[in-house]
């Protein structure tokens, strides 16, 4: 190999630094730390070495012997894939991104080896100058590499004993000839020298282990015989942190090309990179308070300091001399360095050469992995020389565990530290020996690894207490980090803009965190020794945090917020690549089963009784469930997460911002009313509450913002909604084993499984989807939106499969909430729904009916639920309408009788409540409004009266609201079916109520009292009685026929002549309907006057008739009786109308149907009789 001018040197070096070929490029902190591009260490590539021997040993070979290395990174320092070591340690420098300049997202490799393809690759690229480090060469350097070259040039391989011993005495900075600057001068072994040169240089891996020996004896000594003291640090900042008087750790946030890896860039632990991107300027920010973030000053400190430059040299020197380090002769004698120097540092990080260390005591080790300072390699040749010895390496490396666990403690995501210790700990899971990940095997048998629960907060306890509990309850909700909020959406000069970028940023931090937490979890499963144990903690994290899925719950007794949502993050990456065919949906009653499912646990469709005893016929046979496997455990884990994590952190975020909305609103209120008590005795009371609500709605704002940033999170709603994609179809494969064919209706026998499901595996869907469609829709749209909507569709048409009512509407609601109408950004959503080939036929049906059924759903607030959910029917179908795809459907059920019957029943009923509920509460609104417009009047109220009033006043303006938007859902629906269809509004127990409900609503619009329903700014309650006159008047054309005019006529409460003339000038001023639609309900008003002209001749009272031939409930006439089975005697007419309402026997509360009424012909046929007789004595009377 020729020799290297200083110009061709200098040429390189700036080629590198310009952009070109690094020894060590810098990646992304998102970059895998196991990926082969994350480092590429010095030196050329070795042959796999064989198995390693017993730690007690020093691991290391005589130069004479052929032997291949032991080391299992070789000569080079390179941990290839080899028979005893696999993984890859990256403890090393590695570089720290800034919380702005996180721009990729966590890679999804999930590699935990490097191949020795990708090592020879990354080998290759290595330049042979990649060793140098100063900017000037100095001649010695070159002489000597000159002469390195010469020798590698020869064709002779051997190194002489000079040679070794040169090599030995530059690496390990020792003398035993002359004392020298720079140097160690070791005085025993120079004796031994003087005594016997041979005996000495017999076996070289003696010699190196008994020169390091020496040097360390010595160290031990007093502190004016340090032998340190005479060499030039190569690892300055390391060295001048620990001989500094604060001892403050500094941090190596990147790793600059041609610089060795024990050198760091100055800066402190506590030091945010987003602060220095903010603004701050130079200077070492000193801010971690922590012992655990120092380097502890004393002689172990110093041993091992040397000890760890000593094997990152020898790296140095196979960079400066690559051909003749690879071959075997010299690679050995490097390896032996390597080893001896790993196993000294094992006796001084146990404390063996100076005073035994215990395993509370903090490790040496844990500032400089913080730091990443530790050479390339050091980490795992450490765990493989000591991890066969359990004591030693218990006493190594459970100190390095707990100092790592206490550094995260303090970590937060307000600056970009946390990083180090979660890389730290991933990178000592990764390593691993043949199938055994001996740092995995430590974490589980630690004491606290899953401790048993000793008090009602197990959730929380287990968080706080557990080993891996620590690393997971990184956080950015202010619940459970108040620093993150303080520092980033505090400010007065936060803008929408800067909070939107701050959470991107946070969400980058958080994907960074989370994909370390995946590797420690992932390779503690990965470990077959270990799986069990990982399986087990995180069924204790599910099972002792189940009081996260209640209502009401106190937060100190259950995990918090941002620890379940990593927890659920790691579940989904492992949860990613299941196949549905391998999870068994019988796994949740299973005997071995890891999840607490409790029989009082409700149920999709199976009541106690047949749960129990379809559990006792399962257990019976025991053979019948198959071992679980761990893709069914994972999925199963998983879904219980949801249900413990997203879904509680959504019901908290809605619940926040209705805190907001109601703080914002008595801020507002305060204000506006600040005239009227700024002077009364109330003034200072007013002031300090406003004062009050200002400090907790800043707070609440923050709290949002962090939220922001920790929940609405795209990607990780993503994730939720394509775990939910998984979740419907297992629940479809149950439900029709033909899926994704699936046919409606379905069987209807249901299959036991899937009605014994808990009923929230199908609520928690219906839940995310409400809140991602409100707050997040442009997360809507994934593969698995064919199969939401798929599951929405045979759940609604499939009423019998679900027992709870309510849970229909949920899924009802989404429907609702997806509509163009109400959410615009659904549309294509809406649109797949009303499209979908099962919809077509089935929606229309299922809908109408579910508008019926919930009329009674058995919970103490139907009567008011019922309008809401109503409401949401009403505005689909409006949709579903102006889809001609929908109007066959529509028209069959229109002509199909009964059950369209009971639907316009139940409209006719909402319509009556609603509007007469809504003009009067206009009417109370009106008449506080007319008492505040005459001040001196209103003055004169006592104060306590007029709070009164405005209270009552709110509370009606509320209520007109929400019942004029309920009205005018219902009034749109009667206007658009009776354009189309008239029959069935006809029938005699439907027209008679309808023409009264529209007389009654006319009344109230157009007669004498209607300026009671004048208020200031209608708009505000979403009244428009123009639109509702002309939408009443157009119902009562769209009927207009012989039947109708009799029904009108008929109604004797509200009906009169002038009325409909007082409509008839309200529309012809208003200019309400066209003159042509005037003129028609004039020939109306004029048909109707003809029948009450009628009647009022042909009147005659049937009050005297027998009690037999009275109607029992409401004591008239009948014209048609029946009998019950309850044997009563009613009216059909009347007891069909009761039907429609409740399908009730009204005297028996049972079950009761049209088909099971018994006609009585004699009993009418008598009546009739007495109807003549009646009508003929009238008649000769007169």
């Known amino acids: 190999m020729e020799e290297l ?53 020093f691991l290391g070979l005589s130069v004479h012997s052929m032997t291949p290395a032991t080391s299992p990174i070789g000569a080079s320092g390179v941990a290839c894939r080899s ?143 340090n032998p340190f003291a005479s060499l030039t640090a190569t690892s300055q900042p390391i060295a001048a942190a620990a001989k500094s008087p604060d001892r403050h750790l500094v941090l190596n946030p990147s790793s600059s090309q041609g610089t060795s890896p024990m050198l760091t860039n100055v800066g402190s632990f506590g030091a945010s990179s987003l602060s220095s991107s903010l603004g701050a300027s130079g200077g070492v920010v000193t801010d971690s308070g922590s012992d655990r973030f120092t380097i502890e000053a004393c002689k172990e400190t110093e041993m091992l300091n040397y000890l760890i430059e000593r094997f990152e040299s020898v790296g140095m020197e196979e960079r400066k001399a690559p051909k003749m380090c690879s071959q075997p002769p010299a690679s050995q004698l490097l390896s032996n360095i390597r080893s001896q120097c790993i196993s000294h540092a094992a006796l001084v990080l146990q404390g063996a050469l100076t005073q035994p260390r215990s395993l509370l005591q903090q490790s040496l080790l844990v500032p400089y992995m913080l730091c990443r300072n530790l050479p390339y390699g050091f980490i795992q040749e450490l765990i493989r020389m000591t991890h066969q010895d359990e004591e030693v390496f218990k006493q190594i490396f459970v100190p390095i565990l707990q100092g790592l666990a206490l550094a995260v403690k303090e970590c937060s995501f307000d600056s970009d530290n946390f990083k180090y210790p979660l890389m730290a700990l991933a990178e000592l899971c990764e390593i691993k020996f043949g199938k055994t990940h001996p740092v995995c095997n430590l974490i589980t048998s630690l004491p606290l690894w899953c401790p048993d629960s000793l008090s009602p907060g197990s959730g929380r306890e287990l968080q706080r207490l557990s080993y891996i509990g620590a690393f997971f309850s990184l956080s950015v909700f202010a619940e459970d980090d108040t620093k993150v909020g303080d520092k980033y959406f505090s400010g007065p000069a936060i803008t929408l803009e800067n909070t939107k970028l701050v959470s991107q940023s946070l969400q980058h931090y958080l994907e960074s965190a989370r994909g370390d937490l995946f590797k420690i979890l992932h390779n503690i499963l990965l470990n077959g020794e270990t799986r069990e144990a990982a399986l087990n903690y995180m069924a204790a994290v599910v099972n002792r945090n189940i009081k996260k899925a209640q209502m009401q719950t106190d937060d100190r007794l259950v995990s918090t917020d941002g620890f379940m949502i990593n927890f659920l993050w790691v579940l989904q990456q492992l949860s990613m690549k299941i196949k549905l065919e391998t999870v068994d949906p019988f796994y949740i009653f299973h005997p071995k089963c890891r999840l607490n499912m409790t029989t009082d646990e409700t149920r999709l469709k199976a009541p106690m009784e047949d749960l129990k005893s379809w559990l006792a016929e399962l257990y019976d046979d025991p053979s019948k469930f198959p071992e679980p496997k761990f893709p069914t455990e994972c999925f199963f884990l998983t879904l219980h997460a949801h249900h413990l994590s997203i879904l509680p952190g959504c019901r908290r975020y809605i619940r926040r911002l209705r805190a907001i909305r109601d703080l914002n609103r008595t801020v507002e209120e305060l204000k506006n009313s600040e005239s009227q008590w700024k002077d009364s005795p109330l003034a200072t009371r007013h002031r300090e509450m406003l004062k009050r609500c200002k400090t907790q709605l800043k707070k609440l704002v923050r709290c949002k913002a962090c939220a922001d940033a920790g929940l609405l999170d795209e990607n990780l709603l993503r994730r939720c909604l394509q775990f939910y994609g998984m979740v419907i179809q297992l629940i479809l494969r149950i439900v029709d084993p033909a899926y994704p064919q699936i046919t409606l209706p379905l069987n209807p026998e249901i299959p036991n499984v899937f009605a014994a499901l808990p009923e929230f595996y199908i609520e928690d869907v219906a839940e995310f989807l409400l809140f991602i469609v409100q707050y997040s829709p442009q997360v809507l749209y994934e593969p698995c939106t064919q199969d939401i909507v798929t599951f929405l569709i045979v759940f609604i048409c499939s009423q019998n499969y679900i027992r709870n009512p309510y849970l229909i509407a949920k899924l009802v609601e989404v429907l609702f909430v997806t509509n163009p109408a109400v959410q615009p950004r659904t549309q294509r959503f809406s649109e797949m729904m009303e499209n979908h080939p099962l919809s077509i036929k089935q929606l229309v049906p299922a809908l109408m009916k579910f508008y019926t059924d919930v009329e009674h759903t058995g919970a103490t607030s139907e009567f008011y639920d019922k309008f809401t959910i109503r409401y949401h029917i009403s505005t689909i179908f409006k949709s579903l309408w102006q889809n001609t795809a929908h109007h066959g459907t529509f028209m069959e059920e229109f002509n199909s009788g009964k059950q369209f019957v009971r639907y316009i029943n139940m409209l006719i009923n909402d319509t009556t409540f609603l509007l007469d509920e ?43 609201r929400s019942y004029l938007a309920l009205a005018t859902e219902t009034v749109d629906m009667f206007h658009i079916l009776t354009k189309q269809v008239q029959k069935p509004f006809l029938r005699p127990e439907l027209g008679p109520r309808l023409a009264a409900m529209l007389n009654f609503n006319l009344q109230q619009l157009c007669g004498p009292k209607c300026r009671d329903l004048k208020v200031e700014n209608p708009e505000k309650y979403g009244f428009e009685p123009k639109k509702l006159l002309d939408q009443l008047t157009d119902i009562y054309l769209q009927l207009d026929c012989a039947r109708f005019a009799k029904a009108i006529a008929d109604d004797q409460r509200s009906y009169s002549r002038e009325l409909f003339e007082e409509v008839i000038s309200k529309m012809t001023k208003a200019g309400i309907k066209s003159t042509i639609a005037v003129e028609k309900f004039k020939l109306l008003s004029e048909k109707v006057e003809e029948i009450v002209a009628r009647n009022s001749q042909s009147e005659i009272d049937y009050s005297d008739a027998p009690d037999e031939f009275k109607d029992p409930l409401m004591d008239t006439l009948m014209s048609d009786p029946v009998r ?37 012909p004699e009993l009418k046929e008598r009546i009739q009789a007495w109807m003549r007789e009646k009508l003929n004595a009238g008649r000769y009377s007169q």
């Open 5 to 57: 001018s200083a110009d061709e040197i200098r040429r390189r070096r700036l080629a590198r630094l310009a952009g070109g070929q690094t020894s060590q490029p810098t990646t992304p902190l998102s970059t895998p730390l196991t990926s082969p591009q994350r480092e590429n260490p010095p030196g050329p590539p070795t042959a796999p070495s064989p198995a390693a021997p017993g730690p007690s040993h």
């Open 83 to 225: 028979q005893s070591s696999e993984g890859v340690s990256s403890l090393s420098s590695s570089p720290s991104n800034s919380l702005e300049t996180q721009s990729q997202t966590l890679s999804r490799s999930q590699s935990m080896d490097i191949d020795s393809v990708s090592c020879e690759k990354s080998m290759s690229q290595v330049d042979v100058d990649s060793g140098i480090e100063n900017m000037e060469v100095e001649e010695s350097d070159r002489r000597e590499k000159r002469s390195l070259t010469d020798k590698e040039s020869s064709s002779d391989s051997e190194v002489s004993e000079e040679q070794a011993l040169q090599v030995i005495c530059k690496i390990l900075r020792v003398s035993w000839k002359e004392r020298d600057r720079d140097v160690i001068f070791l005085p025993l072994l120079a004796a031994e020298f003087t005594q016997d040169p041979k005996a000495v240089c017999s076996d070289f891996k003696d010699l190196i282990g008994q020169i390091l020996m020496e040097v360390l004896m010595m160290s031990t000594q007093a502190r004016e015989d």
């Open 918 to 960: 809504s003009l009067e509460s206009l009417k109370r609104i009106h008449e506080v409004q007319e008492e505040m417009k005459n001040k001196e009047q209103w003055d004169l109220l006592p104060r306590d009266q007029q709070q009164s009033r405005q209270s009552q006043l709110t509370q009606d303006e509320r209520v007109s």
């Open 1124 to 1160: 019950l089975p309850s044997g009563n005697v009613m009216d059909r007419s009347i007891i069909l109308r009761h039907l429609l309402n409740s399908p009730t026997d009204p005297f028996s509360r049972q079950n009761l149907t049209e088909n099971m009424l018994e006609s009585l």
